[in-house]
Antibody, heavy 126, light 106 residues
Framework: QVQLEESGPGLVKPSQTLSLTCTVS??????????WSWFRQPPGKALEWIGY???????YSNPSLESRVSISADTSKIQFSLKLTSVTAADTAVYFC??????????????????WGRGTLVTVSS | EIVLTQSPATLSLSPGERATLSCRAS??????LAWYQQKPGQAPRLLIY???NRATGIPARFSGSGSGTDFTLTISSLEPEDSAVYFC????????FGQGTRLEIK
């Protein structure tokens, strides 16, 4: 059973960089049929996809956040990370990491986010 | 960006009743649509993928249908533990979610 766990500071000051890490257990992050993903959810609101990193290290980000997002992976530690620069109060949210299991037809479309971390609240405030 | 519109926003039903939740896409997403259940303070739980395939361990009372722009999640006989918010999500073009339907079990 794959398990994911987010870690990182719960409080970040405006204009600084939010940094989170997701540790994966029970699986490998360089499996050829999975991408590793970040989401966020402001209190009481819907989920928003931030981006993901493929098994080969390619990254893809939400166009609305792309200029501020960086996603990387450390296969030796079975971790992947998120950096979001120049944060404001609008970035306050619960941040989740998740595994995208690609479809049988490949990873370009479809698939399912089948395992999730419990989420971590990040508040942007001075 | 593909916008997913869910209806109704809130649904209040009794145990044993049938729930029908709708998700409409602003353009075709083929069958690349999934449904998730989320309870307060918890991560989303995958219910349905590729519009109609139940995820591992999901009870048979949950079913999905549709393709193109119109999709439905049906819960055939509600249990008290089905009280939650349900989101649809597409991955035809990038990834977007609907705003959710809150299901209350009376």
């Amino acid at each position: 059973q794959v398990q994911l766990e987010e870690s990182g500071p719960g409080l970040v000051k405006p204009s600084q960089t939010l940094s989170l890490t997701c540790t994966v257990s029970g699986g490998s992050i360089n499996s050829g049929d999975c991408f590793w993903s970040w989401f966020r959810q402001p209190p009481g609101k819907a989920l928003e996809w931030i981006g993901y990193i493929s098994y080969s290290g390619s990254t893809y980000s939400n166009p609305s956040l792309e200029s501020r997002v960086s996603i990387s992976a450390d296969t030796s530690k079975i971790q992947f990370s998120l950096k979001l620069t120049s944060v404001t109060a609008a970035d306050t949210a619960v941040y989740f990491c998740s595994r995208l299991r690609c479809s049988s037809g490949g990873c370009s479309r479809g698939g399912a986010f089948d395992f999730w971390g419990r989420g971590t609240l990040v508040t942007v405030s001075s | 960006e593909i916008v997913l519109t869910q209806s109704p926003a809130t649904l209040s039903l009794s145990p044993g009743e049938r729930a029908t939740l709708s998700c409409r896409a602003s353009q075709s997403v083929s069958s690349y649509l999934a449904w998730y259940q989320q309870k307060p303070g918890q991560a989303p739980r995958l219910l349905i993928y590729d519009a109609s395939n139940r995820a591992t361990g999901i009870p048979a009372r949950f079913s999905g249908s549709g393709s193109g722009t119109d999709f439905t999640l049906t819960i055939s006989s509600l249990e008290p533990e089905d009280s939650a918010v349900y989101f649809c999500q597409q991955r035809d073009t990038w990834v977007t979610f609907g705003q959710g339907t809150r299901l209350e079990i009376k």
